[in-house]
């Protein structure tokens, strides 16, 4: 059975710039979630999309964004980058509706660094 | 919201001792409780959860224990091995958003030989 799929897996660019990552989750699975990883912020949630709808967003500007797609798969994107946007962003998808139905299954993350 | 902090951020024992992380939540409502693990270059992986039903859960090495009154739990690893080198995060999902985990700030765990 295929893990979570994360492209692209690295990826440069500068300030002002936008990027897209995508996320194909684990077949079946319906719930897709985003988080920022950096050394001094750790695991910081993003959003979650479940059915094509975005349930929940944590507390980053607008700059970011996300959406659904009919087959679960999923696009964050990231408008005008600033130097602080370098970190690593992981995808996670579950089986169940919420999170507290079991496990997270993580990509390995799309390393972004913004110049 | 919910917040999760995690203590120690470096943890460094020798093989064979036990290693214990402790993580406190703030949100009383919340009832699920995953401890996560992060080799390098990977994502994170479920090693063990809790729910708010239970005191107490192990497998194998593994242990979590919960203090609902508190509002705590920890880690413990015990006989640890070379392969338990890694960062360790424990994360509480608040029952106004199950949807989504909160994690704490994580533990680099290193195991000396």
């Known amino acids: 059975k295929a893990g979570v799929t994360q492209t692209p897996r690295y990826l440069i660019k500068t300030r002002g710039q936008q990027v897209t990552l995508s996320c194909s989750p684990i077949?079946?699975?319906?719930?897709v979630s985003w988080y920022q990883q950096t050394p001094g912020q750790g695991l910081q949630f993003l959003f979650e999309?479940?059915?094509?709808?975005?349930?929940n967003k944590g507390n980053f500007p607008g700059r970011f964004s996300g959406r659904q797609f009919s087959n679960s798969r999923s696009e964050m994107n990231v408008s005008t980058l600033e130097l602080g946007d370098s970190a690593l962003y992981l995808c996670?998808?579950?089986?169940?509706?919420?999170?507290?139905?079991?496990?997270?299954?993580f990509g390995e993350g799309s390393r972004l660094t913004v110049l | 919201g919910e917040n999760v902090e995690q203590h120690p951020s470096t943890l460094s024992v020798q093989e064979g001792d036990s290693a214990v992380i402790k993580c406190t939540y703030s949100?009383?409502?919340?009832?699920?409780f995953p401890w996560y693990k992060q080799e390098l270059g990977k994502g994170p992986q479920l090693i063990i959860d809790?729910?708010?039903?239970?005191g107490e859960k192990k497998d194998q090495r593994i242990a979590v224990t919960l203090n609902k009154t508190a509002k705590h739990f920890s880690l413990h690893i015990t006989e640890t091995q070379p392969e338990d080198s890694a960062v360790y995060f424990c994360?509480?999902?608040?029952?106004?958003?199950?949807?989504?985990?909160?994690f704490g700030s994580g533990t680099r765990l290193s195991i000396r030989p």
């Open positions: 996670a998808s579950i089986l169940g509706g919420n999170a507290n139905t079991g496990e997270l299954f």
């Open positions: 077949s079946g699975h319906r719930s």
């Open positions: 999309y479940f059915s094509e709808t975005q349930r």
């Open positions: 949100d009383s409502a919340s009832n699920y």
């Open positions: 809790i729910r708010s039903n239970v």
């Open positions: 994360a509480a999902t608040p029952y106004s958003s199950a949807s989504k985990i909160i």
